[in-house]
């Protein structure tokens, strides 16, 4: 079975529509890159599978485990394992780090009836993790992203993956803001998480980032659809030939 | 002429509430005397109604209606009740003081070892020698009735350069219901003394009552002091508490208010700086919900030069919950060089919660740097949604955004384990919201 099925799916913003019937399958173990340039639908999407609130699905649906994932809160999407890295995280003043990890953690783990992790146990996890991913342990005192730098933040959300450990990731635009090197240690963390037993979609406007999270699967979006679908080749082709050649498709 | 008798919303004589309590009023004949001419003044005003400025947001003519009669002094059972009432409610390692439907119950109180740090005595004890500590520059009607009803309180006195090893917690604790009690007390800090001082109100048993409580506290110079108030009183209990300080030169005076419980609630802190180069931080949330109103009134008074006042509020407000803030800083035509802030934020859970902040500033000085702010909105959806998205239910998202929101006043509490005690209070109110 697939693990994430968009059929046809359908969306509006304040009664423009989006996404056009919009179709995406992704299996365990494979990494899908969505491609399209600004404005096509890709966060949308994202931010519809996530569950935010503001959009209206007019038709069709999104399938996860055969599980019409439209009809669960975010807050339930999140313990059966999909996890949105945002393209903005946002900041939580007052709300230290590391409390969210460990409240977020237990959050989910209480949704699956799974008992919740014990302190030490936590601290080790989250240890282990932090060091892989180059985050300073006072940072984890912090607020949540507060007076973080781009590259922080996004390493954080890469952090939060590896700590719930979610059977799909959806990355919107991880390498937006990002310089070299900060890029680099993202990535290498987001491969790390890479298994057959996990899916990942990494949403980005530009080639570059699949150098580094190299994809099993390259769709092109435009205008709120899926114009092309291809190999990892397609995001070279792409980079040499721009996106001007599907506008008309869409 | 006909002189009209006044008489309660309920049709009760007004003067009824102080002839039945009359023989239970502690006092020498001069203070009994004192009393009768508080309790004529509170009879002429009446409880306080909107068209008195200063209780414009709170009409407790319409909140509350009438005062209940003198709660009847505790008996076995009900200081048993009090007894498991401390035990929830006492801070680990405080000196505990309490007073039990408004008297004073020795044997729920540590009084031997706070002997040995602070001069202790009872409201009781002291009235049988003269009235002085009903007397208040106030002309206030709750205040007056405070003076004409208190039966008895605690009076601490901390001695030059004493260091309290730790904090004294007085608890209010309720049994008696459809009862009011009142109670006055009085700490006074000597210079270069350091304390803390904690007041719980708590209900143990009782659901509908009354608390009047009026606290006169003067702090010495170059002394060091923290007043922390905390009223979690039952849901149907009405608590009008009046506070009166005045601060030497040289002193940090930290006050907090939190407000957790009481249908209606009022505390009003009238704090004089009067000696130069003194710091308040004067700050408090309340949290709301239900139908419950409550009202933090401060009056920072800076009487003399090079004063530095901060004030931090947080209210809650859920369902059809009222929030009043009235901070009002006063700056004498001498006090120069005074900074003064306030800031205030309301979180509104509910489409009905209603919030009400004044700010005011009356300044007669030129030489100052004063400023206040207020805003009053609701949780971010944003930040709801992260949370919810990394797995957190609504309510315990919201729960974590409120804690984090009343955090800025709380964390202006310097001790930890304070802290956590109130965090705790805090804690238990959000799992109280439906
Ligand atoms: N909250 C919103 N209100 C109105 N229009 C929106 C909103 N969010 C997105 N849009 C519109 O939807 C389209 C797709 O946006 P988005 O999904 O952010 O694209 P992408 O992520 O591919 O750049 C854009 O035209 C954008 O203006
Ligand atoms: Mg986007």
């Given at each position: 079975?697939?693990?994430?099925?968009?059929?046809?799916?359908?969306?509006?913003?304040?009664?423009?529509?989006?996404?056009?019937?919009?179709?995406?399958?992704?299996?365990?173990?494979?990494?899908?890159?969505?491609?399209?340039?600004?404005?096509?639908?890709?966060?949308?999407?994202?931010?519809?599978?996530?569950?935010?609130?503001?959009?209206?699905?007019?038709?069709?649906?999104?399938?996860?485990?055969?599980?019409?994932?439209?009809?669960?809160?975010?807050?339930?999407?999140?313990?059966?394992?999909?996890?949105?890295?945002?393209?903005?995280?946002?900041?939580?003043?007052?709300?230290?780090?590391?409390?969210?990890?460990?409240?977020?953690?237990?959050?989910?783990?209480?949704?699956?009836?799974?008992?919740?992790?014990?302190?030490?146990?936590?601290?080790?996890?989250?240890?282990?993790?932090?060091?892989?991913?180059?985050?300073?342990?006072?940072?984890?005192?912090?607020?949540?992203?507060?007076?973080?730098?781009?590259?922080?933040?996004?390493?954080?959300?890469?952090?939060?993956?590896?700590?719930?450990?979610?059977?799909?990731?959806?990355?919107?635009?991880?390498?937006?803001?990002?310089?070299?090197?900060?890029?680099?240690?993202?990535?290498?963390?987001?491969?790390?998480?890479?298994?057959?037993?996990?899916?990942?979609?990494?949403?980005?406007?530009?080639?570059?980032?699949?150098?580094?999270?190299?994809?099993?699967?390259?769709?092109?979006?435009?205008?709120?659809?899926?114009?092309?679908?291809?190999?990892?080749?397609?995001?070279?082709?792409?980079?040499?030939?721009g996106y001007a050649q599907f506008e008309d498709a869409a | 002429m006909n002189v009209a008798v006044a008489k309660t919303g309920k049709g009760r004589a007004v003067s009824d509430l102080f002839t039945s309590a009359e023989g239970r009023l502690p006092g020498s004949p001069t203070v009994i005397a004192a009393r009768r001419e508080a309790f004529e003044t509170y009879e002429?005003?009446?409880?306080?109604?909107?068209?008195?400025?200063?209780?414009?947001?709170?009409?407790?003519?319409?909140?509350?209606?009438?005062?209940?009669?003198?709660?009847?002094?505790?008996?076995?059972?009900?200081?048993?009740?009090?007894?498991?009432?401390?035990?929830?409610?006492?801070?680990?390692?405080?000196?505990?003081?309490?007073?039990?439907?408004?008297?004073?119950?020795?044997?729920?109180?540590?009084?031997?070892?706070?002997?040995?740090?602070?001069?202790?005595?009872?409201?009781?004890?002291?009235?049988?020698?003269?009235?002085?500590?009903?007397?208040?520059?106030?002309?206030?009607?709750?205040?007056?009735?405070?003076?004409?009803?208190?039966?008895?309180?605690?009076?601490?006195?901390?001695?030059?350069?004493?260091?309290?090893?730790?904090?004294?917690?007085?608890?209010?604790?309720?049994?008696?219901?459809?009862?009011?009690?009142?109670?006055?007390?009085?700490?006074?800090?000597?210079?270069?003394?350091?304390?803390?001082?904690?007041?719980?109100?708590?209900?143990?048993?009782?659901?509908?009552?009354?608390?009047?409580?009026?606290?006169?506290?003067?702090?010495?110079?170059?002394?060091?002091?923290?007043?922390?108030?905390?009223?979690?009183?039952?849901?149907?209990?009405?608590?009008?508490?009046?506070?009166?300080?005045?601060?030497?030169?040289?002193?940090?005076?930290?006050?907090?208010?939190?407000?957790?419980?009481?249908?209606?609630?009022?505390?009003?802190?009238?704090?004089?700086?009067?000696?130069?180069?003194?710091?308040?931080?004067?700050?408090?949330?309340?949290?709301?919900?239900?139908?419950?109103?409550?009202?933090?009134?401060?009056?920072?008074?800076?009487?003399?030069?090079?004063?530095?006042?901060?004030?931090?509020?947080?209210?809650?407000?859920?369902?059809?919950g009222h929030s009043v803030f009235q901070g009002r800083i006063i700056v004498r035509p001498d006090a120069q060089k005074t900074d003064g802030k306030m800031m205030i934020r309301a979180l509104l859970l509910s489409d009905e919660a209603e919030a009400d902040n004044k700010p005011e500033l009356e300044i007669f000085a030129d030489d100052v740097s004063c400023g206040h702010g207020a805003t009053a909105g609701a949780l971010d959806d944003s930040l709801l949604f992260y949370l919810k998205a990394r797995g957190l239910p609504e309510k315990q998202a919201?729960?974590?955004?409120?804690?984090?929101?009343?955090?800025?006043?709380?964390?202006?509490?310097?001790?930890?384990?304070?802290?956590?005690?109130?965090?705790?209070?805090?804690?238990?109110?959000?799992?109280?919201?439906?």
């Amino acid at each position: 079975m697939a693990l994430l099925e968009v059929k046809d799916l359908q969306v509006r913003v304040e009664e423009r529509e989006i996404l056009h019937g919009l179709t995406l399958t992704v299996n365990e173990g494979q990494v899908h890159a969505i491609m399209g340039p600004n404005g096509s639908g890709k966060s949308t999407l994202s931010h519809v599978i996530a569950g935010k609130p503001g959009y209206e699905v007019t038709g069709g649906q999104i399938l996860f485990r055969g599980e019409d994932l439209l009809e669960m809160s975010p807050d339930m999407r999140a313990a059966k394992g999909v996890f949105l890295a945002f393209q903005y995280p946002v900041e939580i003043p007052g709300v230290a780090t590391m409390t969210f990890l460990r409240t977020a953690l237990n959050a989910q783990r209480k949704a699956r009836g799974e008992s919740e992790y014990s302190t030490p146990d936590f601290l080790r996890k989250v240890r282990e993790v932090s060091k892989s991913l180059n985050i300073p342990q006072d940072m984890l005192k912090r607020g949540v992203n507060v007076g973080f730098s781009g590259g922080e933040k996004k390493r954080n959300e890469v952090l939060q993956m590896a700590l719930f450990e979610p059977s799909l990731c959806i990355l919107d635009e991880m390498d937006s803001g990002l310089d070299i090197d900060a890029l680099r240690i993202a990535a290498d963390g987001v491969n790390a998480l890479r298994s057959p037993k996990r899916a990942m979609v990494v949403i980005t406007h530009y080639q570059r980032l699949l150098n580094y999270i190299v994809p099993d699967v390259v769709h092109v979006m435009s205008k709120g659809r899926v114009v092309k679908s291809g190999g990892k080749e397609l995001a070279l082709e792409l980079e040499a030939s721009g996106y001007a050649q599907f506008e008309d498709a869409a | 002429m006909n002189v009209a008798v006044a008489k309660t919303g309920k049709g009760r004589a007004v003067s009824d509430l102080f002839t039945s309590a009359e023989g239970r009023l502690p006092g020498s004949p001069t203070v009994i005397a004192a009393r009768r001419e508080a309790f004529e003044t509170y009879e002429r005003l009446g409880l306080p109604h909107r068209r008195i400025e200063e209780w414009k947001y709170t009409d407790l003519r319409a909140l509350v209606g009438e005062v209940l009669p003198l709660a009847a002094a505790p008996d076995a059972p009900a200081l048993k009740r009090a007894a498991d009432a401390v035990k929830a409610y006492a801070i680990a390692g405080a000196r505990k003081l309490v007073l039990v439907d408004g008297v004073f119950a020795a044997d729920l109180s540590d009084v031997k070892a706070l002997a040995a740090e602070a001069g202790f005595k009872t409201l009781r004890e002291t009235l049988e020698k003269d009235a002085g500590l009903l007397k208040t520059a106030s002309t206030d009607a709750v205040i007056a009735l405070n003076a004409a009803m208190a039966t008895d309180g605690v009076v601490l006195s901390i001695a030059d350069g004493a260091q309290l090893s730790a904090p004294i917690q007085i608890i209010h604790i309720a049994t008696a219901a459809s009862a009011s009690s009142f109670t006055r007390s009085q700490v006074a800090v000597g210079k270069g003394a350091r304390a803390t001082i904690v007041e719980s109100f708590v209900a143990a048993g009782a659901k509908t009552y009354q608390i009047s409580d009026a606290v006169l506290v003067t702090v010495g110079d170059d002394a060091d002091v923290a007043h922390i108030r905390l009223m979690d009183d039952a849901p149907d209990a009405v608590n009008v508490t009046s506070h009166f300080v005045t601060v030497g030169a040289n002193v940090k005076f930290n006050f907090f208010n939190m407000t957790t419980g009481a249908a209606v609630s009022r505390l009003q802190g009238f704090i004089t700086l009067a000696g130069d180069g003194s710091e308040l931080s004067a700050n408090g949330v309340n949290l709301l919900q239900k139908t419950e109103h409550g009202d933090t009134t401060l009056v920072v008074d800076h009487a003399v030069p090079n004063c530095v006042s901060r004030e931090v509020f947080r209210a809650v407000i859920d369902d059809r919950g009222h929030s009043v803030f009235q901070g009002r800083i006063i700056v004498r035509p001498d006090a120069q060089k005074t900074d003064g802030k306030m800031m205030i934020r309301a979180l509104l859970l509910s489409d009905e919660a209603e919030a009400d902040n004044k700010p005011e500033l009356e300044i007669f000085a030129d030489d100052v740097s004063c400023g206040h702010g207020a805003t009053a909105g609701a949780l971010d959806d944003s930040l709801l949604f992260y949370l919810k998205a990394r797995g957190l239910p609504e309510k315990q998202a919201q729960a974590l955004l409120i804690q984090a929101f009343v955090g800025e006043a709380i964390e202006q509490i310097a001790d930890d384990n304070l802290r956590e005690h109130v965090i705790g209070i805090a804690e238990r109110w959000l799992e109280r919201r439906s």
